[in-house]
């Protein structure tokens, strides 16, 4: 099985910076992805890391520590627009590399 | 990038009835596609995968004869609630993967999700 924790919600202040934190338990580990989703729409895809290390994509960052079994994103100059759940989710390699996804976060920006 | 089109968006349906979701890949084939449902405040669960001309393989506690998938195409896959009672009210979402890369792991991309309201 596999066990996904993030925090449930996190209030954060425009222009401000803010790490969503997520940890896992898996096996056949590949890759974790963060996805964003506004309320009643699909989530969209914002980043991911299969190595260790710091995966940079302008305002948004993604960090992975595979031997801790953890990742958080980064979020940068923080926009109202920003306010939405941020999904981690884990790859699964033997289960034809499905995306397990995590209960999210919900972030408030405010201003 | 990678587009995946759902339909219908919004389906209002009697208790009892059938219906039928399509998920097609715009610009490139997928061999395997993801059905997922999403309930109110909570995450997306992985209902079934959709395998391109063999049977879909379900999660556990999802019945199979309840919701069918049909994959016949590199491009397409239907779901189809039969039989459907409100409590299968639910927001599903279709996903796919480009594997025309070099990386088994490329992100999945979704559909616009369809709400299902059974009445």
């Known amino acids: 099985g596999q066990n996904i924790d993030q925090p449930t919600e996190m209030t954060a202040t425009e222009g401000a910076i803010v790490q969503i934190n997520c940890t896992y338990q898996t096996s056949g580990f590949n890759g974790l992805f963060w996805y964003q989703q506004h309320a009643g729409e699909a989530p969209t895809f914002l980043s991911y890391n299969v190595l260790d290390g710091l995966e940079e994509k302008g305002r948004f960052s993604s960090f992975l520590s595979r031997s801790k079994g953890y990742s958080y994103l980064l979020l940068k100059e923080l926009q109202m627009k920003d306010s939405a759940s941020y999904l981690c989710a884990v790859g699964r390699m033997e289960y034809g590399n499905k995306l397990v996804f995590g209960a999210g976060t919900i972030l408030r920006v405010k201003s | 990038g990678a587009v995946v089109s759902q339909h219908p968006s919004r389906v209002i349906c009697k208790s009892g009835t059938s219906v039928k979701i399509e998920c097609r890949s715009l610009d490139f084939q997928a061999t395997t596609m993801f059905w997922y449902r999403q309930f109110p405040k909570q995450s997306l669960m992985l209902m079934a995968t959709?395998?391109?001309?063999?049977?879909?393989?379900?999660e556990q506690g999802v019945e199979k004869d309840k919701f069918l998938i049909n994959h016949a195409s590199l491009t397409l896959s239907t779901l189809t609630v039969t039989s459907a009672h409100p409590e299968d009210s639910s927001f599903y979402i279709c996903?796919?993967?480009?594997?025309?890369?070099?990386?088994?792991?490329?992100?999945?991309?979704f559909g616009n999700g369809t709400r299902l309201t059974v009445t």
């Open positions: 996903s796919a993967r480009d594997k025309s890369g070099v990386f088994d792991n490329s992100p999945l991309h």
């Open positions: 959709s395998n391109e001309g063999s049977k879909a393989t379900y």
